[in-house]
């Protein structure tokens, strides 16, 4: 079946970086956008960043310029390298892979930033 899981999530103080790592398996995830989501307590989730099986890439201005969205080379799996958090970054991440009307989720992975 598919499945997308997540990896990496964690505490961090304010300033530092985390890794999230996204393995995706169950259907060929090389023809598909790939991204990340974030939803904190009382808020809706939102994007935070996406990249295409072409490699184009889309950030939410919150992120940009501190996050770095990737794939590998297999396509099948996406990661984020989040830099200079934040507070306000603490958050549930969730992995999501869509394709025309194929939407898959992974499970979350909680960041919380904070001293």
């Known amino acids: 079946q598919v499945q997308l899981v997540e990896s990496g999530g964690g505490l961090v103080q304010p300033g530092g970086s985390l890794r999230l790592s996204c393995a995706a398996s169950?259907?060929?995830?090389?023809?598909?956008?790939m991204g990340w989501y974030r939803q904190a307590p009382g808020k809706q989730r939102e994007l935070v960043a996406s990249?295409?099986?072409?490699?184009?890439?889309n950030y939410a201005d919150s992120v940009k310029g501190r996050f770095t969205i990737s794939r590998g080379n297999a396509k099948n799996t996406v990661n984020l390298e989040m830099n200079s958090l934040k507070p306000e970054d603490t958050a549930v991440y969730y992995c999501?892979?869509?394709?025309?009307?194929?939407?898959?989720w992974g499970q979350g992975t909680q960041v919380t930033v904070s001293s």
């Open positions: 999501n892979a869509g394709w025309r009307t194929r939407e898959y």
């Open positions: 169950g259907t060929i995830f090389s023809i598909y956008t």
């Open positions: 990249i295409t099986s072409g490699g184009t890439t």
